[in-house]
């Protein structure tokens, strides 16, 4: 969690749309939250989905590029 989030006690939900590729890497990220993103929060978010691998989508048996939108909650404990 971002120090600054914490401070600020900011949560929110942020949508990042990836673009999967045939490997289940990641390879562009867009906020897909709206006018009210933290701008705190989606640095971290995005660097978490640049590091992930995902399942590729498969269509007729054949891996293809996709557009999944993955929300991340950001919760204050």
């Known amino acids: 969690y971002p120090e600054a989030a914490r ?8 949508n990042a749309r990836c673009l ?13 939250t709206g006018p009210t ?8 978010a995005f660097l978490t989905l640049w590091e992930t691998t995902f399942q ?8 293809i590029y996709c557009w999944v939108t993955v929300p991340i909650k950001f919760k204050l404990r």
């Open 7 to 14: 401070l600020l006690s900011v949560e929110q939900v942020i």
């Open 20 to 32: 999967i590729d045939k490997r289940g890497k990641v390879i562009a990220i867009s906020d897909d």
């Open 37 to 44: 993103a933290s701008v705190i929060l989606f640095p971290v």
């Open 56 to 63: 590729p989508a498969v269509q007729k048996g054949n891996p």
